[in-house]
């Protein structure tokens, strides 16, 4: 800082962990040195965590979630990192509710929430229409989600839309107990998740079409949804 004279903060890049450890840690980073302090809420003001092309698979993502959140009557959007700069993040505690989309936004909800009482919900309102008419189908069968936490809660939530359903979610990536069911996992192996799908006794699995690669004995169904962290692939909408 005293070279450059810019502020700088400082994120330690092992290459040991995955991408999203590195993405929690700089949006916390990023409001601990930068959010402003205020005691001004901004009605109808909303920010969102989380929001990065690897966790919603959609370049575009930022405006499909800004439209969504107007739609539901807010009238400022601060998408974090994705549509918005530092001057958002500076005016951080003026939100009047934010919005966590990846589990990698979740530290700095509870951040926010602490200091400056922001309250924050998690979701990912990316769904199309047509895909949720789909998982709204599958009630009463066994069903395997593969995506992030946030992202296979919000699928989940619609499959039982449509009635009860046996649902489980698993991730390769960061998975938090706060939004996690009982019966949920991590995956680290292509073997350990081959041999869970096909030992598992699942009807259905959700994920990145890439996956089937590795279930060359599943005789299931199989729902595509894009997962740019797994295939490098985004959704064509």
């Given at each position: 800082?005293?070279r ?32 402003e ?62 919005l ?91 073997k ?46």
């Amino acid at each position: 800082e005293k070279r450059c004279k810019l502020p700088v903060i400082t994120i330690e890049c092992t290459g040991t962990q995955l991408y999203d450890v590195g993405e929690e840690e700089t949006y916390l980073q990023l409001f601990e040195r930068f959010a402003e302090d205020t005691s001004a809420v901004v009605p109808g003001r909303v920010g969102v965590i989380g929001a990065t092309p690897l966790d919603l698979s959609h370049i575009n993502a930022d405006q499909k979630i800004r439209e969504h959140l107007l739609k539901e009557g807010y009238r400022e959007v601060f998408c974090y990192g994705m549509g918005s700069g530092l001057d958002a993040v500076k005016a951080a505690g003026s939100a009047e509710k934010n919005l966590v989309v990846s589990p990698a936004g979740l530290k700095a909800a509870e951040y926010l929430k602490k200091r400056f009482g922001t309250p924050y919900r998690t979701g990912y309102p990316l769904l199309t229409e047509d895909f949720k008419e789909t998982l709204h189908g599958l009630s009463g069968k066994k069903i395997l989600i593969v995506h992030q936490q946030i992202a296979a809660n919000e699928i989940r939530k619609e499959i039982r839309t449509g009635g009860p359903a046996d649902v489980t979610a698993a991730t390769w990536f960061l998975q938090d107990e706060s939004v996690k069911e009982p019966s949920d996992f991590c995956l680290s192996t292509e073997k350990q998740f081959a041999e869970t799908v096909c030992q598992g006794g699942y009807e259905v699995v959700i994920g990145d079409q890439k996956l089937t690669r590795a279930l060359r004995e599943y005789k299931g169904s199989f729902i595509h949804i894009p997962h740019f962290a797994v295939s490098g692939e985004c959704a064509d909408d």
